[in-house]
């Protein structure tokens, strides 16, 4: 293996240093992936809830795996995340030091670690805590717990004091950033300096080297066979990791297309293109081991099988139950309990009878 000073080349010039719409831009990009990677996962699990549910069911679960898998393969061989990456950019370890190292030399093993930490387990702990505070605000607004319970006056503290924390938060990456962009600091994000790393755009000596390095891995031969088997295995994961990584940057664009034309702002637009009659109910109705049978009544809950109480509606499914039956079937196993269509608390909706 080459001595790490052979990966040395020159002090970067100040035309090294990214413009603020690059870092921004490479920000964004992870960020409008998920979103419509979710809504294609939805689209599985409504259309198959017995074979894809449980996608929708464990997605961040499941993103946050394939985005450590993926963001480890572009640091290890890269010294970049997947979105720096695509945007030609490296990460470079804070220091006193002029020379800046090749990207494929790599990171430092603490900035590595910490890089990969920042850039997967951060954004996950952050989507968990939103829909905490979205399920916590529904269950105040349906007011689930007493008001004298003490569990209901701590989160709606906890409610009352997000907003300020969230502020506080995005506050700190927009002045970060606008200290960037007049030149005050070296980083446009705060992740990139609890990380020790700053970013910089690739050189020719850069993309000649990761095109060589590439070119060594794949001609390299072992002989014995346990070098066989280990390297059978590191092709085998390079090759996964590649051909995600390939894919996603193929995709990039339709994903970010499906994130748009799924945004609110042309939902009206697509009711319009997309508006069908509305289709009849089924006849019959093929009822899984799991599934709730419908009474005989139609005023009857197909759930506790008594006189419905407060009747409320899935959007997804129109069947009618108990309020609190209703809510505490789908809190617990997101679906329908009928026909096992994915379902979540925002889609019940109350219906109000002439004599109410």
Same mark, same amino acid.
């Given at each position: 293996?080459?001595?790490?000073?052979?990966?040395?080349?020159?002090?970067?010039?100040?035309?090294?240093?990214?413009?603020?719409?690059?870092?921004?831009?490479?920000?964004?990009?992870?960020?409008?992936?998920?979103?419509?990677?979710?809504?294609?996962?939805?689209?599985?699990?409504?259309?198959?809830?017995?074979?894809?549910?449980?996608?929708?069911?464990?997605?961040?679960?499941?993103?946050?795996?394939?985005?450590?898998?993926?963001?480890?393969?572009?640091?290890?061989?890269?010294?970049?995340?997947?979105?720096?990456?695509?945007?030609?950019?490296?990460?470079?370890?804070?220091?006193?030091?002029?020379?800046?190292?090749?990207?494929?030399?790599?990171?430092?093993?603490?900035?590595?670690?910490? @890089?990969?930490? +920042?850039? $997967?387990? #951060?954004?996950? !702990?952050?989507?968990?805590?939103?829909?905490?505070? &979205?399920?916590?605000? =529904?269950?105040?607004?349906?007011?689930?717990?007493?008001?004298?319970?003490?569990?209901?006056?701590?989160?709606?503290?906890?409610?009352?004091?997000?907003?300020?924390?969230?502020?506080?938060?995005?506050?700190?990456?927009?002045?970060?950033?606008?200290?960037?962009?007049?030149?005050?600091?070296?980083?446009?994000?705060?992740?990139?300096?609890?990380?020790?790393?700053?970013?910089?755009?690739?050189?020719?000596?850069?993309?000649?080297?990761?095109?060589?390095?590439?070119?060594?891995?794949?001609?390299?031969?072992?002989?014995?066979?346990?070098?066989?088997?280990?390297?059978?295995?590191?092709?085998?994961?390079?090759?996964?990791?590649?051909?995600? @990584?390939?894919? +996603?940057? $193929?995709? #990039?664009?339709? !994903?970010?297309?499906?994130?748009?034309?799924?945004? &609110?702002?042309?939902? =009206?637009?697509?009711?319009?293109?997309?508006?069908?009659?509305?289709?009849?109910?089924?006849?019959?109705?093929?009822?899984?081991?799991?599934?709730?049978?419908?009474?005989?009544?139609?005023?009857?809950?197909?759930?506790?099988?008594?006189?419905?109480?407060?009747?409320?509606?899935?959007?997804?499914?129109?069947?009618?139950?108990?309020?609190?039956?209703?809510?505490?079937?789908?809190?617990?196993?997101?679906?329908?309990?009928?026909?096992?269509?994915?379902?979540?608390?925002?889609?019940?909706?109350?219906?109000?009878?002439?004599?109410?």
């Amino acid at each position: 293996m080459a001595e790490v000073g052979a990966h040395l080349t020159a002090a970067p010039a100040s035309g090294d240093r990214p413009s603020v719409f690059e870092a921004v831009a490479q920000d964004s990009l992870m960020a409008a992936v998920k979103p419509a990677l979710q809504h294609l996962v939805k689209v599985l699990a409504e259309s198959n809830p017995a074979r894809y549910g449980f996608l929708w069911h464990w997605f961040d679960e499941i993103y946050v795996l394939l985005d450590l898998l993926l963001q480890q393969h572009y640091l290890a061989r890269c010294s970049a995340s997947f979105s720096e990456n695509f945007y030609s950019l490296k990460r470079i370890p804070m220091g006193d030091g002029r020379q800046q190292p090749l990207a494929t030399a790599g990171l430092p093993k603490r900035q590595h670690w910490k @890089s990969l930490l +920042l850039l $997967v387990l #951060v954004p996950y !702990l952050k989507g968990k805590l939103e829909k905490l505070v &979205s399920s916590l605000r =529904e269950e105040d607004e349906y007011s689930i717990h007493p008001p004298s319970s003490s569990w209901k006056r701590f989160y709606r503290a906890f409610l009352a004091a997000y907003p300020y924390v969230n502020m506080t938060w995005e506050g700190w990456f927009l002045i970060q950033q606008l200290c960037y962009i007049l030149g005050k600091a070296e980083h446009h994000s705060p992740m990139l300096k609890l990380a020790g790393v700053r970013l910089v755009r690739l050189t020719a000596e850069d993309i000649q080297a990761l095109e060589k390095k590439w070119a060594e891995t794949t001609l390299s031969q072992t002989h014995s066979f346990t070098s066989r088997v280990q390297s059978a295995l590191r092709k085998t994961l390079g090759a996964i990791a590649f051909s995600l @990584s390939t894919g +996603l940057s $193929v995709s #990039v664009f339709f !994903l970010q297309f499906l994130d748009w034309w799924y945004s &609110s702002e042309n939902q =009206e637009t697509i009711k319009s293109l997309t508006a069908l009659p509305t289709p009849p109910p089924p006849v019959h109705l093929e009822q899984e081991p799991s599934s709730a049978v419908l009474p005989g009544l139609k005023t009857v809950c197909p759930l506790c099988r008594k006189v419905r109480l407060n009747a409320t509606a899935l959007a997804t499914s129109g069947f009618v139950f108990c309020y609190r039956c209703a809510y505490s079937f789908v809190k617990a196993h997101q679906r329908c309990p009928v026909t096992g269509y994915a379902t979540e608390l925002q889609h019940l909706v109350k219906l109000y009878s002439p004599e109410s």
